[in-house]
């Protein structure tokens, strides 16, 4: 019989951790995730799995300890909100440079600064742009749902691995905190150090055995010529990830002459404004990038050709808006509706503000 | 005739890149000869820093993990939670240490993470070109610094060997130098206790070894020796600061 769970998106990616056979989590407490870390505490998971869990003195020590795990090429993670990230700016950079595999969540709250502990979006240019300095990308993955936070932790690990790059869950505190019911299905084991020997053999730094050459784990290459021959490595790697692994839901998108753009809680109540205008006879449509970076923009430009216009709704100043135009390239008018500072707009609201849109 | 020393097998070929007199290079030379005679080649992870021995991982035969500035003991804990078995140690020079990088280190002490941490405090930022560290000696005169170090605006030079010794996850500090054969000999002997007690998980070791830049403190490397023994000592005393002997954990 499927087990099936009621728990909190927090709590999923707790669960997602341990079954998805998690190595090791290092967190620091932030509104609206801490939850995270106070399941993994309460489940002890080192006495079943193995799996390490600790708390750490900050956000920049918790990547840090992700970068030191991921690095003896264990799956390992940390979950933090909007604040926390920022902190870790500079640690995911390096997991970039040093081409290491991990999964760090972020379950967003309002900002700029301390901000609120309300729900937001407004991370995603951090999120998608890269995030910390450098020429480096990360896949952004936007759960719109508590199934979608547990399954993302395995999907998350999955794609880190298949690309050794870093994968952020880009969620937020109305996904993170709200119950819903979870099909637990998924679940494997750890890794046992053999496994971890034939796929990592030749980076981890497990100890240098006599038939190997020394694993070195490290972004740093003085040389121009060779760091940017490493940055083009890296690019080409991207470009495998953006032909490989978009990943998008529609919604009524057939007949659309309407499309709303949405990700995460936002497409959840956009999808509800799609239900209204059909209710209505408003041939609307929705598409939600599910992968944030790589991006959508693929198939946007080709419902560019479909649709008279674009509203984007998402809980921010018009983040996501600007990738919507780059691939509409001026074809369609492309209008934002967003809120701010932890305020969530109804399904009412952005109906309304499509049917202002397609009025003027 | 008796061999009196040969080059640890674990040294590299790579020409070391340090100013002549430095002394990492004479820790590399320890660190590498006493994971080769615990025979811990295939057992031991190192934590390089930034900072001029950012390249540690070019000299000594061993996988190594080059951390952001100040985050080593973060990076270790993490290694050594994943890989009990493993010898996991860092090497950190003092801006990387005792500025940056204070809540990681303090944090890995007070949790007593298995850890060996080797710290080389030159009392400057060598690598950046010789600014002021925060161990850097009242008078002594850096990049930023130009007319000596002022406490009423630099603050006072700190002890953070002192200082860690406090904490309870911390098993092991010493303090030593390495510009005499027979100073070498006692950092070796406490580096090589430090591994003991990460292997044997006896929470945190911590060495610090008082180290010249000749570079940084614009000296010749024997005029730098001199002032490290005459200025550096007597501020940063040498010797154990928390004994680390089985029988006294
Ligand atoms: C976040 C960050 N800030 C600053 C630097 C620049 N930086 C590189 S090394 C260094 C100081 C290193 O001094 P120390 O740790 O004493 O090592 P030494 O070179 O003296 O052995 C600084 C400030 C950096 N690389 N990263
Ligand atoms: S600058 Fe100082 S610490 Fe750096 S290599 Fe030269 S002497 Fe050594
Ligand atoms: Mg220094």
Redesign the interface.
């Given at each position: 019989m499927q087990e099936v769970k009621l728990i909190k998106g927090n709590e999923a990616v707790a669960l997602g951790a341990i079954r998805s056979g998690c190595?090791?989590y290092?967190g620091y407490p932030i509104t609206p995730q801490s939850e995270v870390l106070e399941t993994l505490m309460e489940l002890r998971p080192w006495e079943t799995t193995g799996m390490?869990v600790?708390q750490?003195?900050?956000e920049?020590?918790?990547i840090?300890?992700?970068?030191?795990?991921a690095?003896?090429g264990?799956r390992?993670m940390t979950s933090s909100s909007s604040p926390g990230i920022s902190l870790m700016a500079?640690?995911i950079s390096?997991l970039a440079g040093?081409e290491l595999p991990c999964l760090i969540v972020n379950v967003q709250r309002g900002g700029p600064g301390l901000g609120t502990i309300q729900p937001s979006q407004a991370d995603y240019f951090q999120a998608v742009k890269g995030c910390g300095h450098g020429d480096y990308n990360m896949i952004v993955l936007a759960p719109a749902s508590v199934q979608e936070m547990y399954d993302f932790v395995f999907d998350g690990f999955d794609l880190a691995f298949k690309y050794r790059v870093p994968v952020m869950m880009l969620s937020d505190g109305i996904i993170g905190q709200m119950m819903e019911k979870v099909v637990m299905s998924r679940s494997r084991a750890r890794w046992t150090a053999e496994e971890i020997k034939q796929m990592s053999d030749s980076w981890a730094?497990?100890?240098?055995?006599?038939t190997r050459a020394?694993?070195?784990?490290?972004?740093?290459e003085l040389d121009s010529q060779i760091m940017e021959q490493r940055n083009l490595a890296l690019q080409a790697r991207y470009e495998e990830i953006k032909k490989n692994e978009v990943r998008f839901e529609e919604i009524e998108i057939d007949d659309a002459e309407y499309v709303i753009v949405a990700f995460g809680s936002s497409a959840r109540i956009a999808s509800e404004a799609v239900s209204l205008a059909r209710a209505e006879g408003l041939k609307v449509g929705l598409l939600r990038p599910i992968t944030l970076w790589p991006f959508p923009s693929a198939r946007i430009a080709e419902l560019a050709g479909q649709a008279k216009g674009f509203l984007v709704a998402e809980l921010n100043a018009g983040q996501m808006v600007e990738d919507i135009r780059l691939a509409v390239d001026g074809r369609v008018p492309v209008i934002h509706f967003g809120r701010m500072g932890g305020m969530i707009y109804s399904p009412d609201e952005i109906l309304k503000a499509l049917k202002e849109q397609s009025n003027g | 005739m008796d061999k009196v020393y040969s080059r640890s097998a674990l040294l590299t070929d790579n020409v070391m890149h340090y100013c002549p007199g430095c002394s990492h290079g004479t820790i590399h030379k320890l660190v590498a000869e006493v994971i080769e005679e615990m025979g811990l080649?295939?057992?031991?992870?190192g934590?390089?820093p930034v900072g001029c021995s950012?390249?540690a991982?070019n000299y000594i035969?061993?996988?190594?993990?080059?951390?952001?500035h100040g985050?080593a003991c973060?990076?270790?804990?993490?290694?050594k939670?994943?890989?009990p078995e493993?010898m996991v140690f860092t090497y950190q020079g003092d801006g990387d240490l005792s500025a940056i990088g204070t809540?990681?280190t303090i944090?890995a002490c007070n949790r007593g993470e298995n850890i060996a941490v080797i710290y080389v405090n030159n009392a400057i930022y060598g690598m950046t070109g010789g600014q002021m560290a925060p161990t850097t000696l009242l008078g002594m005169k850096t990049a930023t610094s130009p007319q000596g170090r002022e406490a009423a605006i630099h603050g006072y030079p700190y002890k953070i060997a002192e200082m860690v010794s406090h904490l309870d996850g911390v098993c092991y500090v010493t303090r030593q130098s390495v510009q005499s054969p027979a100073a070498v000999r006692k950092a070796k002997k406490a580096i090589r206790q430090a591994f003991e007690n990460s292997m044997a998980g006896r929470g945190l070791s911590f060495v610090e070894i008082v180290s010249s830049c000749n570079s940084g403190w614009k000296l010749s490397p024997v005029e730098a020796n001199r002032w490290m023994e005459e200025s550096m000592f007597p501020f940063y005393k040498l010797g154990d600061i928390k004994a680390g002997t089985p029988a006294a954990i």
């Open positions: 190595d090791g290092f390490v600790l750490a003195e900050s920049v020590a918790s840090n300890m992700v970068y030191g795990g690095a003896c264990k390992v500079e640690g390096y040093a730094t497990v100890g240098k055995p006599q020394r694993n070195i784990c490290s972004s740093l | 080649q295939a057992d031991t992870i934590v390089s950012v390249f991982y035969d061993i996988d190594w993990i080059q951390a952001a985050r973060a990076v270790a804990t993490a290694v939670r994943l890989t493993k809540a990681e944090h």
